[in-house]
């Protein structure tokens, strides 16, 4: 099955991702079939430069997105429909959450008392 996602390029902390199409099984440093645009998020203006004509074809050749590249897609106005989730929690990872916002409101700190200059 084809997937459209992002290849992760550039140097240490300053991530920049390549658009591409390749196999689902395959490593995302592999080799691709297409190159479909690129993605800095470094940048205010024209962070997300998708080639619209080549994703579209893509899409209606069946490939399928990344949820990610979805909402990208969704957020520039190459596809309609909604965003989808991208991160995935554990029903623990949800657990130790709603413990941690729990314990946030049920203790509040108290005020310290201002504590005068010793002379």
């Not at 205010?44 to 893509?58: A, G, T």
């Not at 897609?73 to 989808?84: D, F, M, N």
Request: net charge positive; charged share 30%.
């Amino acid at each position: 099955m084809l997937t459209i996602r992002l290849q992760r390029v550039g140097k240490k902390k300053v991530a920049a991702y390549r658009l591409i199409v390749s196999e689902k099984a395959r490593d995302t440093q592999d080799r691709y079939l297409e190159l479909l645009g690129t993605y800095n998020p470094h940048v205010k203006e024209n962070q997300f430069k998708p080639l619209v004509e080549r994703i579209q074809y893509w899409i209606s050749k069946g490939a399928q997105t990344s949820p990610t590249v979805h909402n990208l897609l969704v957020s520039a106005k190459v596809i309609k429909g909604k965003k989808e989730k991208s991160v995935f929690l554990s029903k623990k990872r949800h657990a130790k959450i709603a413990e941690k916002s729990k314990a946030g409101k049920v203790e509040a700190p108290a005020a310290t008392p201002e504590v005068a200059p010793a002379v």
